[in-house]
């Protein structure tokens, strides 16, 4: 089976081939460089769904051959107060059928933020990378991997996001997608 994966982000594609190999034995994963209908850093579930939606579906469209498409795509939420990172998944299918899957989350520092949500910068990954001062930190493990001292990384949290939009596909009878 050929799945399309819209983006070419070293870390999401680890994820998506690790979870689609738990569930499929004969995958392959291509990637795609796609635009989003999400700005650099979607803040809110909605706009995050959104462009993970809009990244499966041009995936999809890459070649006939994909049997699924699949968006990754990593936004901020707020909650009490403060602002949250989660991956969100999306899993399209040739029918129209479509599921979701989100990564857990992890609190992003108040100043951080800050910053991101008032548009001094426009996504996480600058702020990180000034304050680290590492280069292109969400293709190599991303925030999670620093604050967790490799413990977990962005590929865990893709892993996770897919794995959980994969299960309504794989119990498609129970969840009506037949």
Same mark, same amino acid.
């Given at each position: 089976? *050929?799945?399309?994966?819209?983006?070419?982000?070293?870390?999401? @594609?680890?994820?998506?081939?690790?979870?689609?190999?738990? !569930? !499929? /034995?004969?995958?392959?994963?291509? #990637?795609?460089?796609?635009?989003?209908?999400?700005?650099?850093?979607?803040?809110?579930?909605? @706009?995050?769904?959104?462009?993970?939606?809009?990244?499966?579906?041009?995936?999809?469209?890459? /070649?006939?051959?994909?049997?699924?498409?699949?968006? =990754?795509?990593?936004? *901020?939420?707020?909650?009490? #107060?403060?602002?949250? %990172?989660?991956?969100?998944?999306?899993?399209? %299918?040739? &029918?129209?059928?479509?599921?979701?899957?989100?990564?857990?989350?992890?609190?992003?520092? %108040?100043?951080?933020?800050? /910053?991101?949500?008032?548009?001094?910068? /426009?996504?996480?990954?600058?702020?990180?990378?000034?304050?680290?001062?590492?280069? %292109?930190?969400?293709?190599?493990?991303?925030?999670?991997?620093? *604050?967790? &001292?490799?413990?977990?990384?962005?590929?865990?949290?893709?892993?996770?996001?897919?794995?959980?939009? *994969?299960?309504?596909? =794989? &119990?498609?009878?129970?969840?009506?997608?037949?």
């Amino acid at each position: 089976m *050929l799945v399309c994966a819209g983006t070419l982000n070293p870390c999401k @594609l680890s994820g998506i081939r690790r979870a689609f190999t738990e !569930f !499929f /034995r004969d995958v392959e994963v291509v #990637g795609f460089s796609v635009s989003s209908s999400a700005p650099p850093q979607p803040i809110g579930l909605d @706009l995050t769904i959104s462009g993970a939606r809009s990244r499966a579906l041009s995936a999809l469209r890459m /070649r006939r051959e994909c049997a699924l498409g699949v968006g =990754v795509e990593a936004g *901020l939420y707020e909650l009490g #107060g403060h602002y949250y %990172d989660v991956q969100v998944a999306v899993v399209v %299918d040739r &029918n129209g059928a479509a599921s979701l899957g989100l990564s857990p989350s992890f609190q992003i520092p %108040d100043s951080f933020a800050r /910053r991101i949500v008032e548009g001094e910068v /426009r996504e996480l990954e600058e702020v990180v990378d000034e304050f680290f001062r590492t280069k %292109d930190v969400g293709e190599k493990g991303g925030f999670i991997k620093l *604050l967790t &001292n490799g413990a977990v990384t962005r590929e865990d949290l893709t892993y996770y996001a897919v794995a959980m939009a *994969l299960v309504p596909l =794989v &119990n498609r009878e129970l969840y009506g997608l037949t």
